[in-house]
Each structure stands twice: as structure tokens, then as C-alpha cells.
């Protein structure tokens, strides 16, 4: 079993929707990320965040460290947030990341 | 532009080859770490270097290996070059000292290597 479990695997919008993608875990984390990955490529780091919620524009990362859950919203979607979403986690004797499958995400016009 | 720059972007070479996979970390960050992506393992984390040490080593093959230099910039060697080996490599970096206290900000991913063994 993974130790991060990402849902759902794909995922289809229109324009405008509210999208939430979710993110367990199974161990003790130190602080989970979210990253961005555009078909080019590239990732980019969303979120690090160790509790509570961040916002950034029109994303909010969500955590609940008693629950080992977290989820990223994307409020009114645009087909520019197309990509695949990675949530991943730090651990406490280590600073390496350890990914989920990712969360491929399509927002039609 | 992250910061971060990995050279180069696209490599294609044959089985049985080696290649060096360069990368220059953000200024001010200590630590580098490569990590690969393949089709079939997603991101998988490979090895990690502190202001010029080892500090943390995944599941690497005997076959690769890595070395921070004086200036921080990192290179990932890999050798004996298999199909299996075609990937996405990327180098992220992270951790600035700040106030003699090491602190992490988060990651800066560079834009990648993509290998392409033939």
C-alpha cells in the first residue's frame, strides 16, 4: 500500500466549477505538498503546509493532521489549472519527498 | 525561470552509454535532491546532498550515482545505460540557513531532463 493515496486519478471540469482533489497518508508527516505538473513537464511547488489551510489566488490547500487527510480547491476553474496535481509529504527524520500518483485534472472551456 | 537549472533538457543515447545531468540549485539553497519520473514508478526519490554531503539516498541504482561541488551545483551520472532508464530526471532544491538555524521553505523544482535511452 502507498503511503499517499491521492483521489480522484482523473478528473474532468468545465470552466468555472469548484474542483477538490483529496490526499491521505499513513504515517507521521513533518509537512505535505502539493506540486504542479503542466503537460510540459515542470513542477511547481503549490503549498507546504503543516496545519490549517493556505490560500494562494484561487487555490486552497487543506490539512487535518488528526485525520492524516488533506485536500487542494481550486475555486472557479479555468483551462489554464489543466494539469496533473501531486500531493506529497515530508517526514520527521527526513527531508525527502515521498509523491502520490498524482490527479490528472482537464478544465474544458 | 524557478531558479533552478538543469541541463539539458532532452537527451537522447544508447544502451550501454553514460550520461552527466547537471543542475544548479536556487541561490542560498544548501540541498539538492534528484528524483525520477518514469511511466511506470511516478516520482521517485533518488539522492540527496547537503552543502557538499550525502545526506539521504533512495532507491538508487549502483549503477548512478551523484556528487554536490563546492559551488552547490549538483551532477547525476548515470552509466551502463538500459532502456529502462528513460525518464524524466529533476533536481529540486531547498533549505536556507537562516541565522545559523537550517530552515526549509519548501522546494524549487528545475524544469527537467528528459532521457531518452534508444
Known amino acids: 500500500k502507498n503511503e499517499v493515496e491521492q483521489s480522484p486519478q482523473n478528473l474532468t471540469a468545465q470552466e468555472g466549477e469548484f474542483i477538490t482533489i483529496n490526499c491521505s497518508y499513513s504515517?507521521?508527516?513533518?509537512?505535505l505538498h502539493w506540486l504542479q505538473q503542466h503537460p510540459g513537464g515542470g513542477i511547481v511547488s503549490l503549498f507546504m503546509?503543516?496545519?490549517g489551510k493556505k490560500k494562494h489566488g484561487r487555490l486552497i490547500a487543506t490539512i487535518n493532521i488528526q485525520e492524516k487527510h488533506s485536500s487542494l480547491h481550486i475555486t472557479a476553474s479555468h483551462p489554464r489549472d489543466s494539469a496533473v496535481y501531486i500531493c506529497?509529504?515530508?517526514?520527521?527524520?527526513?527531508?525527502?519527498?515521498?509523491f502520490g500518483t498524482g490527479t490528472r485534472l482537464q478544465v474544458f472551456p | 525561470d524557478s531558479g533552478v537549472t538543469q541541463t539539458p533538457k532532452h537527451l537522447i543515447t544508447a544502451t550501454g552509454q553514460r550520461v552527466t545531468l547537471r543542475c544548479s540549485p536556487r541561490?542560498?539553497?544548501?540541498?539538492v535532491y534528484w528524483y525520477q519520473q518514469s511511466l511506470d514508478q511516478g516520482l521517485q526519490f533518488l539522492i540527496q546532498?547537503?552543502?557538499?554531503?550525502?545526506?539521504a539516498k533512495g532507491n538508487i541504482l549502483e549503477r548512478f550515482s551523484a556528487q554536490q561541488f563546492p559551488d552547490l551545483h549538483s551532477e547525476l551520472n548515470l552509466s551502463s545505460l538500459e532502456l529502462g532508464d528513460s525518464a524524466l530526471y529533476f533536481c529540486?532544491?531547498?533549505?536556507?540557513?537562516?541565522?545559523?538555524?537550517?530552515?526549509?521553505?519548501?522546494?524549487?523544482f528545475g524544469s527537467g531532463t528528459r532521457l531518452t535511452v534508444v
Open positions: 503546509l503543516s496545519s
Open positions: 529540486a532544491s531547498s533549505s536556507l540557513l537562516v541565522q545559523g538555524r537550517l530552515t526549509n521553505y519548501g522546494y524549487t
Open positions: 506529497a509529504f515530508t517526514s520527521y527524520n527526513t527531508d525527502k519527498l515521498i
Open positions: 504515517v507521521g508527516i513533518s509537512a
Open positions: 546532498y547537503y552543502n557538499g554531503e550525502e545526506r
Open positions: 541561490s542560498g539553497d544548501l540541498s
